[in-house]
């Protein structure tokens, strides 16, 4: 339940001006529109990000050398640079990486940062999934190129599937899943959680995912959920992972964060500030609204295990029809 008592965002849905008056709304949770259109309910409000148009965009993690990043995941991965671009003013580099292009599939942007060369992974991050048809052959090609196997390929005990884990040269872990083909290889993001019934339901309101599977490892001692936009077959995910009587984990500052799409930062930006209020969850970050110089507009956020650097910051960005920029607000 939303509190009986709440104070929700103002914003301008259609013309996209936010207004930086709260609303107190009492008793029915209403939120009102800055023109002066009828108020709506809030229940109703949190129907948008089920109707909204989103999918997963990029992921970013920070490195300690752009080129060998560069290198080692488009030889030993088979991805393929897609952009990449020097910002010398903010002193950063950053590139993006992936199976398929930026407006169709979900990719990796590498981020180096002048003259830092390392980072602190943390435990709480957990690895990027790829799928691939051929494991052993992909397995023996990373090996090649210098990759490090953590576990080489074989079946998941219990189970018919097959998986390896290896790393890349920043220490970033990578699951192998032997799949039949898929329109969507960069698979998986796993993240550890504290309370995986609460980030179920932050996912589900707050961004408009759904349970795609979960399963308890009693054995093992930790439970998994599937959280997406469609079939974990057919598109990107996040793993999240409870494991049993874990409510903190270190969090690095290699990891940022995952890009989202939406067809209003504004109403994304108000249900999400909503729900963080009845499940206790954080903040908005960055209020919603344009990325000077470009026709992007976006808003960010962490959810409630409150990631990016020490916390997880999550954006969701509208893909603009004309320009078609994607996450170039980015400036690590």
Request: with cysteine.
């Amino acid at each position: 339940m939303i509190p009986s008592c709440l104070f929700a965002q103002i914003v301008h849905c259609s013309m996209y001006d936010h207004v930086n008056v709260l609303l107190e709304a009492d008793n029915k949770h209403l939120l009102a529109m800055a023109d002066g259109s009828p108020v709506v309910p809030c229940d109703e409000f949190l129907e948008w990000p089920k109707k909204d148009n989103r999918r997963f965009l990029h992921a970013v993690h920070r490195v300690g050398d752009l080129d060998r990043s560069i290198k080692f995941y488009t030889e030993a991965f088979g991805m393929k640079l897609l952009r990449k671009r020097d910002i010398p003013e903010e002193k950063y580099s950053n590139a993006f990486v992936g199976f398929g292009t930026e407006e169709s599939n979900f990719v990796l942007e590498l981020v180096y940062n002048y003259g830092v060369h390392k980072y602190d992974i943390g435990t709480g991050f957990g690895h990027f999934g790829i799928a691939t048809t051929e494991i052993y052959k992909l397995v023996e090609n990373i090996r090649a190129k210098g990759g490090n196997i953590t576990r080489e390929p074989a079946p998941v005990e219990g189970a018919m599937a097959v998986i390896a884990f290896v790393t890349d040269p920043d220490g970033y872990s990578f699951e192998l899943l032997q799949r039949p083909p898929t329109p969507e290889r960069l698979c998986q993001v796993m993240l550890s959680v504290a309370d995986l019934d609460r980030s179920i339901k932050f996912y589900e309101k707050a961004l408009g995912m759904e349970l795609q599977l979960k399963f308890d490892r009693p054995d093992q001692n930790y439970t998994i959920a599937m959280m997406g936009y469609a079939d974990q077959f057919k598109t990107t995910v996040f793993e999240l992972k409870y494991n049993y009587g874990v409510t903190e984990y270190t969090k690095g500052n290699g990891y940022v964060q995952v890009a989202i799409s939406t067809d209003d930062v504004y109403k994304s930006a108000a249900v999400v500030s909503l729900v963080t209020k009845e499940l206790g969850g954080k903040k908005i970050t960055r209020p919603p609204g344009p990325i000077p110089g470009i026709n992007t507009k976006i808003t960010s956020f962490v959810d409630p295990d409150g990631w990016k650097n020490s916390k997880r910051r999550m954006v969701a960005i509208p893909i603009d029809a004309q320009t078609q920029h994607f996450g170039d607000f980015i400036c690590f």
